[in-house]
């Protein structure tokens, strides 16, 4: 026997989880130079982070010495503000993924199911499966969550159900009816974590805040990213809201200093910078018009999307186009391995940047 032969066996199972292609890693596989590449591909912010943000990182940095505020105080202090919550109620992450992993790591055993939807955010797969967990995926209905088969699905054996909204990679979204109806059906013994890691870019009225459920469903977990609207991705700080219960059973299996100084600093900063969350936002909202537009330009269809990306549909030549435009010193993001092979994901990027990746696009289907 070996050494892996003794590894747990349900993380020997485990594919671990594919990021979007570096730019360094492209401009050493092509040749390229790194200032000529756009990458589209892991949903970032290309605003830049907030100047507020790097002004308080480096006021951190004479810290670095010292360890950071494991309880985040100030931080929650400022989220329990603006979002009317206790500070008791919110959990820390390194990311949102943390939040999603404490819950699962609280009440998912050997055997335990755990409900996701089809098309949905892979880590749930992975988080569920690393305790132990029996994933039961549920089809996609026109390619969002179909929330009233989740519920159905929900078994005796079922601890934590995953829903997000709006939902990546697609960009579909489920409404306040829906998610009313779904919520009033799930069991109060299942936890139900609400992802909305792109709850700022969505304007639409019937968008439900999964903040304003959680006096009606103790069992109820939301979970917010500061990587997406906030700038902040490359410091991995999210965080989740819900009852203080269960904020206090997530704090028992959270890493202590899970969060650093400089992300807590960004963080509390970025938050008190309204202005730039607002022209996150609309840099957003001006380049989906721009992609959905060029998409009709091209006869390409696209998957109606909320959140800072879109899908468009390739059939059959995905798989080329996604490596064609690498050629061409552009990452998108390949969506197969989310049972949507004809499919390619791309992120919202900056006026050139999203020109950019049309005109190559545009070269490749019509050469």
Request: proline content about 5%; charged content about 25%.
């Amino acid at each position: 026997m070996t050494l892996l032969d003794h590894a747990v066996q349900a993380v020997k199972e485990l594919r671990p989880y594919q990021p979007g292609k570096p730019i360094d890693e492209l401009a050493r596989e092509f040749g390229l130079a790194v200032e000529d590449i756009v990458k589209l591909a892991s949903n970032e912010n290309p605003l830049g982070p907030s100047p507020k943000a790097i002004t308080a990182i480096e006021k951190a940095l004479k810290e670095l010495t010292r360890y950071p505020d494991g309880n985040g105080f100030n931080l929650k202090k400022i989220l329990s503000e603006k979002l009317e919550v206790a500070p008791a109620q919110i959990t820390l992450g390194n990311g949102s993924s943390d939040i999603l992993e404490f819950i699962v790591k609280c009440f998912v055993n050997d055997g335990d199911e755990v409900v996701v939807s089809q098309h949905a955010f892979a880590i749930y797969g992975l988080v569920a499966k690393m305790q132990g967990g029996v994933v039961t995926q549920v089809p996609a209905k026109n390619w969002g969550h179909d929330l009233e088969a989740m519920a159905a699905a929900i078994s005796d054996k079922t601890k934590v159900v995953f829903v997000t909204n709006p939902n990546n990679p697609t960009g579909t979204w489920n409404t306040k009816a829906e998610v009313d109806a779904f919520l009033a059906k799930v069991p109060k013994h299942v936890v139900v974590l609400l992802d909305e890691a792109y709850f700022e870019y969505v304007h639409k009225p019937d968008y439900p805040n999964g903040i304003d459920y959680l006096k009606d469903y103790p069992n109820l977990v939301v979970t917010r990213t500061f990587s997406k609207a906030y700038g902040l991705a490359s410091l991995r700080v999210g965080y989740g809201i819900s009852s203080e219960e269960l904020a206090d059973l997530m704090n028992r299996v959270r890493p202590p200093f899970n969060v650093d100084s400089l992300a807590l600093a960004a963080a509390e900063a970025t938050l008190k910078d309204d202005a730039y969350v607002r022209q996150s936002i609309q840099l957003n909202d001006d380049g989906m018009a721009q992609l959905e537009q060029g998409f009709d330009q091209l006869n390409v269809k696209w998957i109606p999307s909320v959140g800072n990306f879109i899908c468009f549909e390739v059939t059959g030549k995905a798989a080329e186009i996604y490596q064609g435009l690498l050629e061409k010193g552009v990452i998108v993001r390949p969506v197969a391995g989310y049972e949507m092979p004809d499919h390619l994901r791309v992120s919202i990027g900056t006026y050139e940047e999203n020109e950019t990746f049309l005109l190559a696009l545009k070269s490749l289907l019509q050469g």
